[in-house]
């Protein structure tokens, strides 16, 4: 598994990979949840479909039977943060989306795009969560 970069919500840290992965089994253990109630949720599961459609059969969702100190639990795509998010909190969907938005407003040089690729997106939120 790759370098994970660390941020912190209300004394909790969050982990996800420089490719924009995350830890969604820390994120739900501070609300007291599990990925794999969303993960079975109607809703999640017509979310998941229209993502398919969208951009094709990529996984969104990988898990690790690893020591949760070692990368391991549920870890999603980061397309599905936002969503994951609002189903945890209300504060912690707030929070992730102002984190969000700060880093479509920071100047980043486009690479053929005028859009962040997911690698631009988890730099801009790992110099945001360090200072966060």
């Not at 690893?66 to 909190?89: E, I, M, Q, S």
Request: hydrophobic fraction near 40%; aromatic fraction near 12%; proline fraction near 5%.
């Amino acid at each position: 598994m790759p370098k994970n970069v660390i941020a912190e919500y209300e004394n909790t840290e969050l982990s996800f990979t420089e490719d924009g992965w995350f830890n969604a089994t820390l994120a739900a253990e501070k609300f007291g949840k599990q990925p794999n109630e969303w993960l079975r949720l109607p809703a999640t599961q017509d979310y998941l479909a229209a993502l398919g459609r969208r951009y094709g059969k990529i996984p969104y969702v990988k898990t690790s039977r690893a020591r949760a100190d070692r990368g391991g639990g549920t870890w999603l795509h980061p397309k599905l943060a936002v969503a994951f998010a609002r189903w945890c909190d209300i504060d912690f969907a707030i929070w992730c989306d102002e984190h969000a938005v700060s880093c479509l407003i920071l100047p980043v040089q486009p690479r053929g795009s005028s859009l962040l690729s997911c690698l631009d997106l988890a730099r801009c939120l790992s110099r945001l969560f360090s200072t966060a």
